[in-house]
């Protein structure tokens, strides 16, 4: 039979356990937890949890997760998997493979000088960021849906990067790209299939079908930067559709050009569409 | 795929199907996944529910989250602590949620109260003729609220924040309107209307706050820029501030679109502003 603890104080369990309320610091081993609540460090090896909320440091060695979200260190050694899991804090891992990871709690959305750091390696189905962070770490992230000011030093890999804040990176390379129009922004060169800068929330169907711990309606109420044109160098696509955008070059296949954008060297194989707010030096068909 | 059906009274357990119906009084107790589910009388759920379709022609009281791809509402549906997802809604008789109801589509002909409604194109139409003469008296009217767990009217749709691309309502009493694109018909009344794009009221609507930066733009848009001393002075001393060459090719371009009426001082400033970031 599983058991429920109410832990106040220091306190080691292990088996198969229910539920579990601690004040105090809770060292777990070899343990089948149901549910989870901590308020004070937790150490826990070889174990699985099916939900874990925790606040204050965790460490934890080749122990899998359900649902974890804890705000506070997290330190895991090892491999560990888990479905969802949310840190609202540091997060180092030996390798966390996860479902949907996150970093903030659900409404946070702050920018400012502080940021968030991974260290280790993270593989996950989709990263959402929801406070400004700096991606430097090993990272295998299938979608990448960013709310807050993100930085990558280098050129970002993903299959589907959503952006509605201030992104700084040398070049973004995925299949499908919506990048919200930011002057802050930093960002050379923009490489994928289908490439959506505008200031017209990029909501598409390929966003509603992303695995996300949050819903479509916190994106959809997300509150947006003040308009401005965002400059790149390059754009290069099959289907790009831009607007408030200051460009050297855009080539694709078929090219939306928006309002207040100023390219001055537009190519295209397919069809283009030119906005009258839009100034272009120079249009080539391919 | 397996199918059920509810003939008279009975309870779901939940599960995966492809067609389930529910043709009397039916519970549904745990999670389902079906392709298509009917309503056609009394059906209460407790679980989530993701269907293809959802049709309703009885009446539904939902206490859990519903992802549907179309809903169908020909009778009542009344969803209370619940999320309601779907591609495309068309309502044709009561809907009241105190939640959030989400889709790209939504469609409302009958009578609505809906805490938070958020959608691509939402369409609110109250068909006056057929309800403007029912009143409901005052005992049965507070009933009828905590039955539905939210105010009803018969004289308006009510709804607390509205957030969509484009939005076309009428007899629609709001807290608040985010849109792209707004039309409102007659009998309005909003308390805070954001709207981005083209909007269309009636004279009969009472709309509280606006915000009015949007419309001064469309009014610029409208009469064009050409012509007095200001503005050209205007636009000069904005180039000088940024220190640009006014002989610049793209600033030229900028110029002769802002005098052309195509753009805005606003837009004229970012798009300056792109061109000097510093």
């Not at chain 1, 929330?201 to 003040?226: C, E, H, I, Q, W």
């Not at chain 2, 795929?1 to 009084?25: A, F, H, N, P, R």
């Not at chain 2, 959030?100 to 409302?108: G, K, L, P, T």
């Amino acid at each position: 039979m599983k058991r429920n603890y109410w832990i106040v104080g220091d306190r080691s369990i292990s088996g198969k356990i229910g539920k579990v309320k601690a004040a105090g610091d809770v060292s777990a081993f070899d343990a089948d937890i149901a549910k989870l609540h901590v308020a004070g460090n937790l150490d826990i090896a070889n174990s699985f949890v099916q939900k874990l909320r925790a606040a204050g440091e965790v460490n934890a060695e080749d122990t899998d997760f359900g649902y974890c979200k804890a705000a506070g260190d997290v330190n895991i050694k090892g491999i560990s998997k888990a479905d969802t899991f949310v840190i609202v804090g540091d997060l180092s891992a030996d390798l966390l493979e996860c479902r949907l990871l996150r970093n903030a709690s659900k409404g946070t959305v702050r920018t400012g000088k502080n940021f968030f750091e991974f260290s280790g390696s993270f593989k996950a189905e989709t990263f959402e960021s929801l406070f400004a962070f700096r991606l430097n770490c090993k990272y295998d992230f299938k979608n990448i849906v960013t709310a807050a000011e993100f930085f990558y030093d280098g050129v970002l890999e993903c299959e589907n990067f959503y952006s509605f804040n201030v992104i700084e990176m040398e070049g973004v390379n995925a299949e499908k790209i919506y990048i919200y129009p930011s002057s802050a922004s930093k960002l050379e060169i923009a490489t994928g299939t289908n490439i959506n800068i505008s200031t017209t929330r990029g909501l598409d169907r390929v966003f509603k079908s992303l695995p996300k711990s949050l819903s479509n309606a916190y994106y959809t109420r997300l509150k947006l930067l003040p308009v401005s044109i965002m400059t790149l160098i390059s754009i290069e696509g099959d289907n790009i559709n831009i607007d408030h955008v200051k460009a050297d070059r855009v080539s694709g296949l078929n090219v939306k050009i928006g309002d207040l954008c100023v390219i001055d060297r537009v190519e295209y194989k397919g069809n283009i569409e030119v906005s009258e707010k839009a100034i272009i030096n120079e249009v080539i068909k391919l | 795929m397996k199918k059920t059906y509810v003939d008279g009274i009975g309870s779901l357990y939940g599960g995966s199907y492809d067609e389930v119906t529910v043709s009397g009084i039916g519970k549904l107790k745990g999670d389902l996944k079906a392709n298509k589910l009917n309503v056609d009388g009394m059906f209460k759920s407790k679980g989530r529910i993701e269907a293809d379709s959802f049709i309703n022609d009885g009446m539904s009281r939902i206490y859990g989250d519903v992802k549907v791809g179309e809903l169908r509402i020909d009778g009542m549906f009344k969803a209370r602590c619940s999320k309601i997802e779907a591609d495309s809604i068309y309502c044709d008789g009561i809907i009241v949620c105190t939640g959030e109801v989400s889709a790209d589509n939504v469609e409302i002909e009958g009578l609505c109260s809906i805490a938070e409604l958020y959608g691509d194109k939402i369409k609110i139409q109250y068909n006056a003729s057929a309800n403007n003469t029912v009143n409901i008296p005052g005992f049965f009217k507070s009933a009828a609220n905590s039955f539905f767990g939210r105010p009803v009217s018969t004289q308006y749709s009510l709804v607390d924040t509205i957030e969509c691309t484009d939005l076309e309502a009428d007899r629609l009493k709001v807290n608040t309107i985010k849109a792209n694109n707004v039309t409102l018909g007659p009998d309005c009344v909003v308390d805070y209307l954001e709207c981005n794009g083209k909007l269309e009221i009636d004279p009969s609507c009472k709309i509280g706050k606006t915000n009015k930066d949007i419309k001064t733009e469309s009014h610029n848009c409208q009469n064009g820029n050409r012509g007095t001393a200001n503005t050209e002075v205007t636009i000069d001393k904005i180039i000088e501030d940024k220190n640009l060459d006014k002989t610049a090719p793209q600033v030229q371009k900028i110029i002769k679109k802002y005098q052309a009426g195509k753009i805005t001082l606003n837009e004229v400033k970012l798009m300056l502003d792109a061109l000097n970031p510093k």
